[in-house]
């Protein structure tokens, strides 16, 4: 087990920050957990667990131990003439596992297309795009105990899933490692394309759905249009949360501003952070080497040298700005480090 030291992190992250973890560890083999965990460097130590950097701002260097997430493996655990569950460890990519389901013509995660990151931080925060979320198909998480390095299996409900929450991001938080995650899928048609945005690209281009993986194929398409792509311009997708009300809070708000869009959604109103932060003057607009995406006015960009700080700085001047305008309070989605 090799663990290495002043570790540049900046290809780790698709912001392209620069920071240096104090110590920094390539987890590629399950069996090395449990050495891992007992180890000085990793007990004495703060520490993160990175996937595809996809979700993450470093602010500063982080001065603990990074382990980069590299576990690999996708495989089918059993089925029935109705589903098939099928566990993937969690250092893949989640766009890999989704193609492993619609090329096989599963049915499920088809919608989530495209999602960056990978598979172990999906249950963390409970990735949903276009209608769907991963706790409509999650049947379980395979988690190791970092203080007794037990592993233990989580049920859906016991992840406590919501609006880009769970349980590992409040009061499990830096408790476990995610190393394998379990989903149901169907073998037969579900397919899910009432989201406005998604049924008016089909209706446009004429497509009729016979595979999830037009769905999937539909699904990339709008996000690759509308999403810049971090190679090219480094980004962390979307950067903050949607705002939800309750219904009286809501219908005060739509006094003030009937234009607004909206969408109703378990007993809340939906209010796209997008539409708020565009509202308020920000979207396009460059500070230094930081900005708002032209295109999409959630997407916070990189374009130069910026530092964490300064992209830090420019969320926090949009959440008072809108927060000025509207009353309303965002929330960053990003994990500022």
């Known amino acids: 087990m090799r663990i290495l030291e002043n570790y540049d992190l900046t290809t780790l992250n698709t912001l ?22 007992l180890s000085g460097c990793f007990k ?17 260097d982080f001065n603990g131990i990074v382990i980069l997430n590299k576990l690999k493996g996708i495989e089918i655990l059993r089925e029935n003439p109705e589903n098939v569950w099928v566990r993937s460890l969690g250092g893949e990519i989640w766009h890999d596992l989704v193609n492993f389901a619609t ?13 960056p990151g990978t598979v172990g931080a999906a249950p963390m925060q409970n990735v949903g795009a276009y209608g769907a979320e991963l706790k409509d198909v999650l049947e379980n998480i395979e988690v190791y105990d970092i203080q007794s390095t037990a592993k233990i299996i989580f049920t859906k409900e016991e992840c406590e899933l919501g609006y880009r929450d769970s349980v590992f991001k409040n009061k499990l938080k830096g408790k476990y490692f995610i190393s394998a995650i379990t989903v149901k899928l169907s073998k037969k048609e579900k397919k899910n394309i009432s989201y406005k945005v998604l049924q008016e690209y089909l209706e446009k281009n004429k497509i009729q759905v016979k595979s999830s993986r037009d769905i999937s194929d539909a699904v990339s398409a709008i996000r690759r249009s509308k999403l810049p792509d971090p190679a090219f311009i480094p980004n962390a997708g979307s950067f ?8 009286n809070k809501a219908a005060k708000f739509f006094k003030q501003y009937p234009n607004a869009p909206h969408f109703e959604e378990d007993e809340m109103t939906k209010i796209p952070a997008a539409w708020l932060i565009e509202q308020a003057g920000w979207k396009g607009k460059r500070v230094g080497n930081a900005g708002v995406h032209e295109k999409q006015a959630l997407v916070l960009v990189n374009y130069g040298a910026a530092s964490g700080a300064e992209i830090k700085n420019l969320a926090e001047q949009i959440i008072a700005s809108v927060f000025a305008k509207f009353g309303l309070k965002l929330i960053a989605e990003v994990n500022l480090i």
Do not use: C, M
């Not at 004495?44 to 500063?60: A, E, H, I």
């Not at 090329?103 to 999602?115: P, V």
């Open 16 to 37: 392209g920050i620069s920071a240096h973890a104090k110590f920094f560890f390539i987890l590629e083999k399950e069996s090395d957990l449990k050495d891992l965990f």
């Open 44 to 60: 004495d130590n703060p520490k993160f667990f990175l996937g595809g950097g996809s979700n993450v701002l470093f602010t500063r």
């Open 103 to 115: 090329k096989r013509g599963y049915w499920g995660i088809e919608n989530l297309s495209l999602i």
């Open 240 to 247: 903050f949360k949607n705002v939800f009300l309750q219904k």
